[in-house]
């Protein structure tokens, strides 16, 4: 059996086979109809000879899928440049009056604690305390902080907000 070749012809919208160098083809229908191309497929036509609806049915939103990954893909970008940037960002809190300081990321990774010469002298207990209280404040301020840049992006995006606790 010798291979065949498809040629479009315009005027009757039909792919003709066409036997290849030489001998005929077989099994092979003379005409096969063609809907308006490819841009059917990818949602672009407005319909065709049968009542306008989309031969290919769902494949005809094609549009609106690559829209849907192409926003995707923006958002993916996004979150890591937020991620870039909570992890860059270094969020303060102290306690006893600026006697002990501790400083996190925008990540919640601690990156310093800091205590005054002084507060020492008022024993373990007093220390203990005073950094379990930055450390709590730093902690709240730094999730207050990634929660109001995640809103930010999930709201640039149309997604939806993250409920207050």
Do not use: W
Request: proline share 6%; with cysteine; charged share 20%.
């Amino acid at each position: 059996m010798a291979p065949c070749t498809f040629v479009p012809t315009v005027s009757t919208r039909t792919l003709v086979a066409r036997p290849a160098a030489t001998g005929t083809c077989r099994h092979v229908p003379a005409a096969i109809p063609v809907a308006h191309g490819v841009r059917m497929l990818m949602g672009g036509g407005k319909g065709n000879e049968t009542g306008g609806k989309n031969p290919f049915g769902a494949l005809g939103n094609m549009g609106n899928i690559m829209d849907a990954v192409k926003k995707a893909q923006q958002f993916t970008e996004s979150a890591k440049e937020l991620q870039d940037e909570l992890k860059e960002t270094e969020i303060e809190a102290t306690a006893r009056e600026g006697m002990v300081k501790v400083v996190l990321t925008g990540q919640q990774t601690p990156i310093s604690v800091t205590i005054a010469p002084e507060l020492l002298e008022e024993g373990a207990d007093s220390v203990s305390s005073a950094v379990t209280d930055a450390v709590k404040a730093a902690h709240s301020r730094s999730l207050e902080y990634m929660r109001e840049r995640l809103g930010g992006l999930t709201s640039d995006f149309g997604l939806p907000q993250q409920p207050r606790q």
